[in-house]
């Protein structure tokens, strides 16, 4: 038009650089935090939502669209038709139903898993180069559901798993002690949620391990009952349900984090959900937390830790309560 064509000289067409496209599919609390998560850090500057509800749909992206200004100038598309997502380097999936009153577990993952035979091959097809994170419950078994439907390689799609789990323990510890929760080193991992397995060896500030300090730390009988500070990461994510009804910012951020260590080729060590047979004397099949390098490439290499046997004997026991429940899914 006039203005365009008076306005500027051009000096090159717009090529597009290698973009650092991300896809979110599932609009819900936990996508729009990690949406914003994504744009607010400057983790990527084009994102596509993609949901079934197409007037919140639209909303949200408008809504985000206007928020250009105080942003670096994002490019925000959303769509419920998965061409949109084209091109994507990660794609997100927070989608998913919540459990209804009476709801067996397995229903449960009957239900998510439906949604994934659908949008698994869709983001896969239109972005076949993607790195995959399933951030929807039940994390550990659906990251299964998406890697068999994905038909990728371990390394392509990983869960958000223990991550926020770890995260939590974490920012507990360094309440307990007054430091920064970044120099509280931690780790939980195994199952995502309420089986979750804390490594008590592992914990430290500056390579000062709280079990050197503390020996019966993890115990039932610790006296200063360290083990509390585990089950308050479980507690909390109850209280948090009954305080606000759900949970979305840290899991948002925790998947933000993760995304940015792929976009960047940090190789960062994450606590993800990951493709775990043949790791710890566990010979199923099944995905569960264990800290992970995370590169480009997704899952480059798995850190082994030190187990204690009753740490070992929890992830066999979740190990196999997952490849149970995984033998009755239809895929
Ligand atoms: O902070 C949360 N909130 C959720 C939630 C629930 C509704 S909206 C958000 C939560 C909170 C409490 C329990 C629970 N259980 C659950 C199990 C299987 C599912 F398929 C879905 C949910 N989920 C989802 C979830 O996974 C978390 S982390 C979490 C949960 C339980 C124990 C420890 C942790 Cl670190």
Same mark, same amino acid.
């Given at each position: 038009s006039g203005v365009t064509k008076n306005l500027f000289s051009a000096i090159s067409d717009p090529k597009p650089m290698t973009s650092r496209k991300v896809t979110v599919v599932g609009i819900g609390a936990v996508g729009m935090a990690t949406a914003v998560s994504l744009l607010c850090q400057g983790i990527s500057n084009d994102i596509c939502l993609i949901d079934v509800m197409e007037d919140r749909l639209k909303g949200e992206m408008m809504d985000l669209q206007h928020g250009s200004l105080f942003l670096h100038n994002p490019k925000i598309h959303a769509s419920k038709d998965f061409?949109?997502?084209? @091109?994507?380097? %990660? *794609?997100i999936v927070t989608a998913g139903v919540r459990q209804q009153e009476g709801e067996s577990r397995l229903d449960l993952v009957q239900r998510n898993a439906n949604i994934l035979k659908t949008t698994i091959p869709a983001l896969c097809q239109h972005s076949p180069d993607a790195i995959l994170?399933?951030?929807?419950?039940?994390?550990?078994? &659906?990251?299964?559901?998406?890697?068999k439907l994905s038909k990728l390689p371990v390394n392509r799609v990983f869960g958000s798993g223990t991550n926020l789990d770890s995260s939590r323990f974490r920012f507990l510890i360094?309440?307990?002690?007054? *430091? !920064?929760?970044?120099?509280?080193? /931690? #780790?939980?991992?195994?199952?995502? =949620?309420?089986? !979750?397995?804390?490594?008590?060896?592992?914990?430290n500030i500056a390579g000062v391990r709280l079990k050197d300090i503390a020996p019966k730390m993890g115990d039932d009988d610790d006296p200063e009952l360290w083990k509390k500070v585990h089950k308050d990461v479980i507690d909390a994510a109850y209280q948090i349900i009954k305080l606000? /009804?759900?949970?979305? #910012?840290?899991? /948002?951020? !925790?998947?933000?984090a993760l995304t940015n260590t792929i976009l960047t080729n940090q190789h960062n060590v994450h606590a993800?959900?990951?493709?775990?047979?043949?790791?710890? @004397? &566990?010979?199923?099949? %099944?995905? &569960?937390s264990l800290p992970a390098v995370i590169g480009a490439n =997704?899952?480059?290499?798995?850190?082994?830790?030190? &187990?204690?046997?009753?740490?070992? *004997?929890?992830?066999?026991?979740?190990?196999?309560?997952?490849?149970?429940?995984? *033998?009755?899914?239809k895929l």
């Open positions: 061409k949109s997502s084209a @091109g994507s380097k %990660v *794609c994170i399933i951030v929807s419950n039940p994390c550990d078994i &659906l990251t299964y559901v998406a890697w360094a309440q307990r002690l007054g *430091c !920064s929760t970044s120099s509280v080193h /931690g #780790w939980i991992i195994g199952e995502h =949620g309420d089986s !979750s397995v804390p490594v008590w060896s592992g914990v606000k /009804g759900f949970t979305n #910012w840290a899991i /948002g951020l !925790s998947a933000a993800v959900s990951v493709m775990v047979k043949g790791r710890h @004397g &566990l010979d199923y099949e %099944v995905f &569960l =997704g899952v480059e290499k798995v850190v082994m830790q030190h &187990l204690a046997p009753n740490e070992r *004997c929890a992830l066999k026991f979740s190990a196999a309560m997952l490849s149970e429940i995984q *033998c009755g899914i």
